[in-house]
């Protein structure tokens, strides 16, 4: 029986086996503890484990992500509270977030299409403190998420959150125009066969992540296609347009945005993978 923490988080590792099981196996400690990562490394290492460490580790063997089980995740500095019911915001996604404030550092009215947690959209208002915003989903339990994330972030009063479907008629009736548009659609496709999937796709993603904000017809661009000749009536004069795209995706989603008459930049991710388009 393991009886200190440093002794489990080392057994912890062993049983995960993965690339980030180290820090995954303290993670979970530190929540279990009740401190914060560092706190537990420097003075908790031979403390007696917790008890609710053993059930934690348990959901993270059976696959299920560290944020989820957490409840929160970090996110351009800051922490957002996540569920099953938003996508887990990642680090791809805050080189599209630089690229925005890149793009339009002078923006005063943002648009977040398929807002999921709000990480976006807040992290945005948190870095533009002179700019207001909304964010919309069509999944209610996602905006109760957003709507706690920005009073956690003291940007309630800058931001609004509304239920909207862009593949519906009207969805943007009432919503202005505004000086920047982000946007992280579905893009993953789905497999010609039934539960087969074309993507590289971990399959904890796939089990545990919501379906409606992963998935996008055969080839990942069914909600691009809807969404894209749409959004030039969303924008103010000089507006800017930022999409995430998925790395093979850029030829694509380049054509049909010219196609919506727009001036195309492509950005790369740390990885050096294409993941943003910046629409002009």
């Given at each position: 029986?393991?009886?200190?923490v440093?002794?489990a ?25 009740g ?26 063997l ?7 089980i ?20 990642r ?20 648009l ?40 956690g972030?003291?940007?309630?009063d ?65 909600d ?19 999409l995430?795209?998925?790395a ?20 790369h ?12």
């Amino acid at each position: 029986m393991t009886s200190t923490v440093g002794a489990a988080l080392r057994d912890a590792t062993a049983r995960l086996g993965e690339e980030w099981a180290r820090i995954d196996a303290e993670l979970l400690m530190a929540h279990a503890l009740g401190l914060t990562r560092s706190a537990m490394l420097i003075g908790a290492m031979r403390d007696p484990v917790p008890a609710g460490f053993a059930p934690l580790l348990e959901r993270r063997l059976a696959g299920e992500p560290v944020p989820y089980i957490l409840g929160t995740a970090e996110f351009y500095g800051r922490t957002f509270a996540v569920s099953p019911d938003v996508l887990i915001p990642r680090a791809d996604s805050e080189s599209v977030v630089a690229a925005a404030l890149e793009a339009k550092p002078d923006a005063r009215r943002v648009l977040d299409c398929g807002t999921g947690s709000g990480a976006l959209l807040l992290t945005l208002l948190a870095e533009l403190p002179a700019a207001h915003g909304i964010g919309i989903d069509r999944s209610e339990a996602a905006l109760r998420i957003a709507t706690a994330n920005a009073a956690g972030l003291n940007l309630a009063d800058r931001a609004r959150f509304e239920l909207a479907d862009w593949t519906v008629d009207g969805w943007a009736n009432g919503l202005g125009r505004f000086d920047l548009v982000i946007a992280n659609p579905p893009y993953v496709s789905l497999g010609a066969l039934p539960g087969e999937f074309d993507a590289l796709l971990d399959e904890n993603v796939q089990m545990y992540e919501p379906a409606g904000a992963l998935f996008a017809g055969p080839e990942g661009l069914d909600d691009y296609r809807i969404l894209v000749p749409q959004l030039k009536n969303l924008l103010e004069p000089n507006g800017v347009v930022v999409l995430e795209i998925g790395a093979t995706q850029a030829g694509e989603v380049t054509v049909m945005s010219h196609e919506a008459g727009f001036a195309v930049t492509l950005r790369h991710d740390l990885a050096g993978r294409p993941r943003g388009l910046i629409l002009t």
